[in-house]
C-alpha cells in the first residue's frame, strides 16, 4: 500500500520530480517533469540531466553537486534556472535528497522541483516598490540613506556630494490647480532632477515637494555646477492639463567624507538650502 501511494504521488504531483545516479543520468522523471521538458520517457531515461533542462552555464555546477551529493551523503536545497521544452527559463527551487542502496552507499540524487519564477518576481516586486516612491518612480528617503550610508562607510571611498532641492511655490499648485496636477508637477521634476544628475548619480524624493541628490565623487564646484544645472531645469514651465506652471526650487549642497554620518551630510545640505531660501525671498521683498 505504501508504495502504491508514494508511486501515485510521483505520477500525480504537480512538481517535478527527478532521480539521476552518480553519473547525472537520468534513472526516474515523473509526467510533470516530463511535460515540462516536453519529452516522453524513453527520451529522458539514461540522458544526462543537465543536457536535458539545466540551464547550460550551471551545467558544470549541476553535475559537480550531483557528484559530491554522492560522494559525501549529503545534499543541499537550491535554485537554479531550468530550460523549458521551447527553451524558456524557470527558477526552479530543489529539495535534493542522497539515495543509498540496500547496502547503505549513496548511489543517486532524488530531486523534487518546484517553478518559483512568478513567486520571486512578485518578491522582488514588492521589495522595489518598499524601495521607490511610488508617484515618481524614483529611489526613496530610505534608499537614499542607505546609499549615502554605504559609501561613507567605504574607508578608502571618495567623497559625496549631496543637494538637497525643496520647491518654491508648489502649495500653490496644490491649492488652486488640485493634487492631481500637483503630483504631475512631482512626477516632471523627479525626471527633469535625473535628467540634470550624472549617470552614477541617485535621485531620491524625499518627502512632499523635497528631493535629494547623491553625486558619488564630487566636490564643492562640482556641486555648485550640478545645483546651477537643477534650478535651470526645474524652473522651466512645466506643461500640465491646467497650462504651462511654474515652480520654483531652492538648492542647498554639501560634501561627504569617508567616515561622515548620513544624517550630518543631509542635514548640512538642508541647512544650505535653507539659507539660499532665506536670501532668495530676501531680494524679493526688496
Not at 87 to 105: E, F, H, K, W, Y
Not at 241 to 267: N, Y
Request: hydrophobic share 40%; with cysteine; proline share 5%.
Amino acid at each position: 500500500m505504501d508504495v502504491r501511494l508514494a508511486h501515485g504521488f510521483v505520477e500525480g504531483t504537480d512538481a517535478l520530480v527527478c532521480v539521476v545516479d552518480g553519473a547525472g543520468r537520468i534513472l526516474l522523471a515523473n509526467p510533470a517533469l516530463q511535460r515540462f521538458t516536453g519529452r516522453p520517457p524513453e527520451r529522458l531515461l539514461g540522458e544526462l540531466f543537465v543536457d536535458v533542462f539545466v540551464a547550460p552555464e550551471h551545467r558544470e555546477l549541476a553535475l559537480d553537486a550531483v557528484a559530491r551529493a554522492v560522494d559525501t551523503g549529503r545534499a543541499y536545497p537550491q535554485e537554479g534556472d531550468w530550460l523549458t521544452a521551447d527553451g524558456t527559463r524557470r527558477l526552479i527551487a530543489m529539495r535534493n535528497n542522497v539515495l543509498s542502496g540496500p547496502d547503505g552507499r549513496p548511489f543517486g540524487v532524488a530531486t523534487v522541483g518546484l517553478d518559483v519564477t512568478e513567486q520571486r518576481r512578485r518578491e522582488e516586486a514588492l521589495a522595489q516598490r518598499a524601495r521607490t516612491d511610488r508617484l515618481t518612480g524614483i529611489p526613496n528617503r530610505h534608499t537614499f540613506f542607505e546609499e549615502l550610508g554605504r559609501r561613507l562607510a567605504q574607508e578608502d571611498g571618495v567623497p559625496c556630494g549631496v543637494l538637497f532641492c525643496d520647491l518654491d511655490g508648489f502649495k500653490v499648485v496644490n491649492d488652486v490647480h488640485g493634487h492631481a496636477v500637483g503630483d504631475a508637477v512631482l512626477a516632471e521634476v523627479a525626471a527633469r532632477l535625473q535628467a540634470a544628475a550624472g549617470g552614477d548619480d541617485v535621485v531620491a524624493r524625499f518627502g512632499g515637494d523635497e528631493f535629494v541628490v547623491l553625486c558619488p565623487g564630487c566636490e564643492e564646484d562640482d556641486v555648485a555646477e550640478l545645483a546651477a544645472r537643477v534650478r535651470e531645469r526645474v524652473t522651466a514651465p512645466v506643461p500640465t492639463v491646467a497650462g504651462a506652471l511654474r515652480v520654483g526650487v531652492s538648492v542647498g549642497g554639501a560634501v561627504g567624507r569617508p567616515g561622515d554620518a548620513p544624517d550630518e551630510v543631509v542635514a548640512r545640505a538642508d541647512r544650505a538650502m535653507y539659507g539660499a531660501k532665506t536670501r532668495q525671498r530676501r531680494r524679493s521683498e526688496r
